[in-house]
């Protein structure tokens, strides 16, 4: 049977690259569905070469968060990751961080569904996303989820925050290289 005015679309795949200073030219399949989401899947052997299963410290103190603290990242941003988390705990801010929402993550853009996240890399880490959406100022200094404490900790161990980008991404923290 045949529904009239319904147009049947079988899923089309379409190949991108992302570029990235660190992470060289990365091969990535956007998998477009009937009315769902872009579905993204990176290389798997560029996967198996980069993504790491690592436990941060402390990171199982933060609401979200694999209970183990193990999450996948990128492998050249872990030992950044794991000093972040350890500073932001030995200056008693690890309470600044309500919640754990993304690191490695095949998706799209939250708001460019045409585009595939730097997510995808393992290099980038979103925290507070309740309280800082993106293309907003988010949560204001000294209001609960802003995350103006911890940081100058990401951004000297060369991570970006994504407060400062066009459009804002306040929960956003993209790893660019280490500082320190």
């Known amino acids: 049977m045949k529904c009239r005015g319904v147009e049947q679309m079988k899923d089309k795949i379409r190949i991108e690259f992302i570029d990235h200073p660190l992470t060289g030219r990365v091969k990535v399949s956007v998998i477009q569905q009937a009315h769902r989401s872009p579905m993204v899947s990176v290389d798997r052997s560029w996967f198996y070469e980069n993504i790491v299963s690592a436990q941060i410290p402390f990171l199982h103190a933060v609401p979200g968060a ?8 990128n492998k050249i941003a872990v030992n950044s990751l794991s000093s972040i988390f350890t500073e932001i ?15 490695f993550y095949e998706r799209v853009r939250r708001n460019d569904i ?10 980038q880490i979103d925290l507070n996303l309740t309280w800082n959406p993106d293309d907003s100022p988010g949560a ?17 161990y060369g991570w970006r925050w994504g ?15 280490d500082k320190k």
């Open 140 to 156: 204001h200094k000294g209001e609960t989820g802003h995350l103006d404490a911890v940081a100058p900790i990401f951004e000297r």
């Open 89 to 103: 705990n030995n200056k008693f801010l690890l309470g600044d961080i309500l919640s754990f929402d993304y690191c």
């Open 66 to 73: 694999p209970q183990s603290g193990i999450i996948r990242i």
């Open 163 to 177: 407060a400062y980008a066009t459009p804002s991404k306040p929960s956003e923290f993209t790893f660019y290289g």
């Open 114 to 123: 045409d585009t595939p996240s730097l997510h995808c890399l393992g290099i």
